[in-house]
């Protein structure tokens, strides 16, 4: 059952989802009157503001999966805590860069365990394989519908 936190978190995060997927709309229409050279400095201008707006709108997308993803986890499991913390700030990673990241947070860390947890992450469904770059690459699971954050990655096939 889930608890009231939940379920507003939940609301919220698809209230947000339906801003983001309206925002893209309003700057697809945006380009294309700026192509045909319709009131370029306004249009420059909107499409400017709708950008930082979206931005703005994506990172406390990805905060609140992030948190989501952090009440999951059993108490105590400070790497995977790590690692969920350095996908929600820093976006995809591969393992290499997620190494690095929670080292930089925890002062050691070992490539093996980082996969390790990584797998765990992905069997428990709070991180996502995506594509995009050489070898392979991960993010945080963004709401129900389990896409990632990052525009235009594409979650693999589970193996």
């Not at 390790?116 to 996502?128: I, Q, S």
């Amino acid at each position: 059952m889930a608890s009231a936190n939940e379920r507003r978190l939940e609301e919220l995060t698809k209230k947000l989802d339906e801003i983001l997927r309206r925002l893209e709309r309003l700057e697809q229409t945006l380009g294309l009157l700026a192509d045909m050279g319709v009131l370029p400095e306004l249009m420059s201008l909107l499409a400017g503001s709708s950008e930082v707006y979206s931005s703005r709108l994506r990172m406390l997308r990805r905060v609140l999966a992030a948190e989501r993803a952090l009440k999951a986890l059993p108490p105590g499991d400070e790497i995977s805590k790590c690692i969920i913390e350095a996908l929600a700030e820093q976006g995809p990673m591969n393992i290499s860069e997620l190494t690095r990241a929670v080292r930089a947070r925890r002062g050691r860390a070992s490539r093996r365990v980082i996969r390790a947890r990584l797998e765990d992450l992905l069997k428990r469904g709070l991180v996502v394989e995506v594509g995009g770059g050489l070898g392979r690459r991960f993010d945080i699971r963004m709401g129900t519908g389990g896409q990632p954050l990052a525009t235009g990655d594409q979650k693999r096939e589970e193996r």
